[in-house]
């Protein structure tokens, strides 16, 4: 009988533990509760297991990804651009800026790009060049250094607003830099 009264002793300790080191999710506090409803703390009862998880507690299962604000099909696209890009190719250094303006994948006269042709012919060729994939905790990314560019983009892609930006700080930011590189053109010596 002793056995059985330190066995729930050790229990209902145990539970008020458990339910004292979860908080409001994201808030960082930890805050006691009491004990599930239908704890008994007379010895020799016990009750039933709660039939879900706790109002507060936090869930295990990750939230959903965003939708991209970007609806850039891959594969190819009309080959329409407006878009501002600026590189800064190392800290320190002053941002390179140029305008790119695409009609049916060739270079309008106002473009400013280095590479105009180019530029024009990979959005042509796959308009969602701009349009990286969101960052999830669930995609692994190989850590390493690609360099202290960044560079960013805004305008419009086929009718379809861009807004995006580029940095070399690991596999997944380099790989979408090199994919991209025709369009970010050749400042910082990174493309």
Excluded at 51 to 62: I, K, L, N, Q, R
Excluded at 94 to 122: F, I, K, M, R, W
Aim: aromatic content about 2%.
């Amino acid at each position: 009988m002793r056995t059985l009264r330190l066995h729930l002793a050790f229990a209902a300790l145990a539970v008020l533990l458990l339910t004292s080191c979860t908080g409001s999710p994201g808030d960082g506090s930890a805050s006691p509760s009491a004990p599930p409803s239908g704890a008994s703390s007379s010895p020799g009862t016990t009750s039933p297991p709660p039939t879900g998880p706790a109002p507060d507690a936090e869930s295990t299962v990750p939230a959903p990804s965003p939708e991209t604000p970007s609806a850039l099909p891959s594969g190819p696209g009309k080959g329409n651009a407006e878009l501002a890009i600026s590189v800064v190719p190392d800290e320190g250094q002053p941002a390179v800026n140029y305008t790119l303006v695409c009609q049916d994948g060739e270079p309008a006269a106002e473009s400013q790009h280095p590479s105009a042709a180019a530029a024009c012919a990979a959005l042509k060729a796959n308009a969602a060049l701009l349009a990286p994939p969101a960052k999830s905790p669930d995609r692994a990314c190989t850590q390493q250094y690609g360099g202290p560019q960044k560079a960013t983009v805004s305008g419009v892609v086929d009718g379809v607003p861009v807004e995006t930006s580029f940095s070399r700080t690991d596999g997944c930011e380099i790989s979408a830099w090199d994919a991209a590189k025709a369009v970010l053109g050749p400042a910082g010596g990174a493309v």
